[in-house]
């Protein structure tokens, strides 16, 4: 019995700090803009989305070990339910560097590793969220809101930016290793800065690990399946669009679920996320000639319902993996 305290403690911690934050009362709410199919198929995309992304992560982290990766899919499905928890849970995105402890405790893989590996997963993100903006504005190109200049700035930095920082890392990441190995590190070293001296020594090892992963059909798969991610994700955003009380079009569904997620991208949020999400879907349902009312009911719902499956699947996830740890 002793082995289930801690996981059950943690477990309950987590889900009293979510319901603290989130508006219970209003979970009532959903039902009434979101029809109870809507609520089954987005669940089961969500599931998808993890599966995916677990998927994604046994490709990243096999490369980066030379291509051998003792861990089952559900342990990987685990780790990711967990990632995706604090990764919302906490405000800026800096809940994503839990993967750096989960990958460490779960699965041996040094922090540099990991922190490269996160960087190419999140670069591909942005790299397929920037083209399928692109496809979206040359599709809505009549629109004169969306030619404005901040979205097209904003549209080639989600291109331009994971490009052009994949490519400096595999051109010029080993020569950027040694500058700060010799000079960085040791002017730390000199002043007596040992903090500072791990943090350099930590980048130097993660451009140099970024730096080594150059094989072709590796970024290729990275690139497919952070294609496929995004478009369930779209998908899943979508069916809360098409199933609300409101007929929308299927195409307008999928915009406003693509708005949605670039938005999502913009790295200030409260609680869970809350702020960009809904100012995303909101635009999305003003381009597409909709109310912004009706959009702010329906992204405050969709946002409460994707929160409540990631608290759910999260703390489920935390719970196991800290039993695994225990056995």
């Known amino acids: 019995m002793k082995k ?7 477990t309950l911690f987590t889900l009293f700090i979510a319901a603290w934050y989130v508006p219970l009362e209003q979970l009532s709410q959903i039902s009434k803009q979101i029809t109870l199919r809507g609520l089954l198929i987005g669940f089961v ?15 990243i982290f096999a490369e980066g070990l030379g291509g051998t990766l003792q861990a089952s899919p559900f342990l990987l499905l685990l780790m990711t339910g967990s990632h995706q928890f604090y990764a919302n849970f906490l405000p800026a995105r800096t809940g994503d560097l839990t993967i750096l402890y989960l990958a460490k405790k779960h699965l041996k893989i040094e922090s ?8 190419i997963a999140r670069a591909f993100d942005f790299l397929v969220l920037g083209i399928l903006a692109v496809v979206f504005i040359a599709w809505q190109h009549h629109q004169r809101t969306l030619l404005h200049p901040a979205a097209a700035f904003f549209t080639l930095g ?9 490519l400096s890392a595999l051109i010029w990441g080993k020569n950027m290793a040694v ?39 590796f970024y290729i798969k990275c690139l497919g399946l952070s294609l496929v991610l995004m478009l369930v994700r779209v998908a899943l955003l979508s069916t809360f669009v098409l199933f609300s009380p409101h007929s929308v079009p299927f195409l307008t569904g999928c915009l406003i679920g693509l708005c949605t997620l670039v938005a999502s991208t913009i790295p200030l949020q409260g609680f869970l996320g809350l702020g960009p999400f809904e100012g995303g879907w909101v635009l999305g349902y003003v381009l597409a000639g909709f109310s ?7 992204a405050f719902n969709a946002h409460l319902l994707i929160i409540v499956f990631l608290v759910g699947l999260g703390s489920l996830s935390n719970f196991l993996l800290l039993r695994i740890r225990k056995d």
Do not use: N
Request: hydrophobic share 55%; glycine share 4%.
């Open 45 to 59: 995309l969500y599931l998808i989305s993890y599966i995916v992304v677990a998927l994604r992560w046994r490709v």
């Open 112 to 119: 540099a590793l990991s922190m490269s590996s996160l960087i």
């Open 158 to 166: 989600l291109l331009c930016l994971p490009v052009a920082g994949i």
């Open 292 to 298: 912004s009312e009706e959009g702010l009911i329906t």
């Open 4 to 10: 289930y305290i801690l996981p059950i403690i943690i």
């Open 179 to 217: 500058w700060i190995d010799l000079h960085a590190v040791h002017y730390l070293t000199g002043r007596g800065l040992k903090r500072l001296i791990r943090l350099a020594q930590f980048l130097s090892r993660t451009i140099k690990m970024l730096s080594e992963r150059k094989p072709e059909m």
